[in-house]
């Protein structure tokens, strides 16, 4: 499965990345929003697993940017403060239906979510 990671503390992308890969996944780091919807238009992954507080694009803007160019691709938000509750529930009432997982990832919690359907489709 082609996989991009985004977040700003690039030893967070490159750690789930070296997982991702030793488990057979095709797995990309990038550092910020902006690189990630010009990566994912070149790469086209299946998913996106993305922290949501980043400088500049926060991780949803990062997302509604990627699923207009890929509305399939699969977007897994991960957080550790608070303040994503506000940015994630905005965009649900916007439409958007966002998987998340709490920072820090288990990498065994990453890989089943990966294994396992999408919860509900994203909006387009």
């Known amino acids: 499965m082609k996989?991009?990671?985004v977040d700003d503390e690039p030893i967070i992308?490159?750690?789930l990345v070296n997982i991702l890969t030793g488990e057979g996944h095709d797995a990309f780091a990038v550092s910020d929003g902006a690189s990630a919807i010009r990566w994912a238009e070149m790469l086209r992954p299946e998913v996106v697993v993305t922290d949501?507080?980043?400088p500049g694009l926060n991780g949803v803007e990062t997302a509604k940017g990627i699923l207009k160019l890929l509305p399939q691709c699969r977007i897994i938000l991960f957080s550790g403060q608070a303040a994503s509750t506000d940015l994630v529930a905005k965009a649900h009432a916007e439409?958007?239906?966002?998987?998340?997982?709490?920072?820090?990832?288990?990498p065994d919690v990453l890989l089943e979510k990966l294994k396992s359907?999408?919860?509900q489709?994203?909006?387009?």
Request: no cysteine; proline share 11%.
């Open 3 to 5: 996989i991009i990671v």
């Open 13 to 15: 992308a490159d750690t």
């Open 52 to 54: 949501v507080i980043m």
């Open 95 to 106: 439409g958007y239906v966002f998987e998340i997982l709490a920072k820090p990832i288990n």
């Open 117 to 119: 359907a999408p919860a």
């Open 121 to 124: 489709p994203a909006a387009s």
